[in-house]
């Protein structure tokens, strides 16, 4: 049985990028529609967990310091951690506290039981 290709690897292959711009030369991040289309999850919430997709897009897991993701997402800290507070509770991701000064670490879950939640 063949190795099962890495997602990089068949984007390169299935889609060419032409004309890109200073907009676009930044990159994309997937979203499964699940999270964009579920009326559980508020749109801050939404939002938020469409940062930390591409934050982590290359890795596993992520930790962007929550001044970070505010900043980036144009609210409070404090209104980012309702946002996550809110897909932590629901299963949506598992945040681990790193302690001493350092960023939480956030593992985003894609399993498809968590994403098919109405």
């Known amino acids: ?10 984007l390169e292959r ?13 990159g994309f991040t997937q ?5 964009l289309k579920s009326s559980k ?17 290359h890795n596993d897991s992520c930790f962007p ?4 993701l ?3 997402m144009g609210i409070s800290r404090r209104s980012a951690n309702t946002h996550i507070k809110e897909l932590s ?9 790193q302690g001493m ?5 956030y593992e985003v879950n894609l399993k498809a039981k968590v994403l098919y939640v109405k």
């Open 41 to 57: 999850l508020s749109p801050g919430a939404k939002l938020t967990y469409t940062l930390l997709l591409s934050y982590a897009w």
């Open 31 to 35: 979203v499964p529609n699940a999270i």
């Open 70 to 72: 505010a900043e980036d």
């Open 1 to 10: 049985m063949g190795q099962m290709k890495g997602i990089a690897e068949v």
């Open 101 to 105: 000064g350092k960023p939480n670490l």
């Open 89 to 97: 509770d629901k299963g949506f991701i598992k945040v681990t506290r």
């Open 14 to 26: 299935t889609i060419k990028i032409v004309g890109a711009d200073a907009l676009s030369q930044r």
């Open 65 to 68: 310091g929550q001044e970070r």
